[in-house]
């Protein structure tokens, strides 16, 4: 298993495990300043013991390093299962609301 987030691997692991499957392997690439999950994929693609992959990603750092990951995975009889959360795009801030003024009343 390989994933962006620390925690989020952790959470999967203890759920994969209360369902009986066993994850030897689990590469957490955190901001990925050394490694990306593209190298988590290729790694476990070449695992004599790897069955399946199954990925966690908040992005996609390097698409084609992930494309030959995966297609590695996939000569080797690997599949890869990716979840891929967030958006692509940056979402602006939201602006309060200001209400409506109240007609005011003025006296002349």
């Not at 004599?48 to 030959?68: G, L, N, Q």
């Amino acid at each position: 298993m390989v994933t962006q987030s620390g925690a989020f691997g952790t959470h999967l692991l203890a759920l994969a495990k209360r369902r009986g499957i066993l994850s030897g392997v689990w590469i957490s690439t955190g901001n990925e300043s050394d490694i990306q999950v593209a190298d988590g994929i290729s790694f476990l693609a070449d695992g004599p013991e790897t069955e399946a992959i199954a990925c966690y990603m908040e992005a996609i750092k390097d698409r084609d390093r992930f494309v030959e990951a995966v297609a590695r995975a996939r000569a080797n009889g690997k599949p890869v299962i990716a979840m891929k959360v967030g958006a692509r795009r940056t979402v602006p801030p939201r602006r309060p609301r200001i209400p409506p003024r109240s007609p005011q009343r003025r006296d002349l």
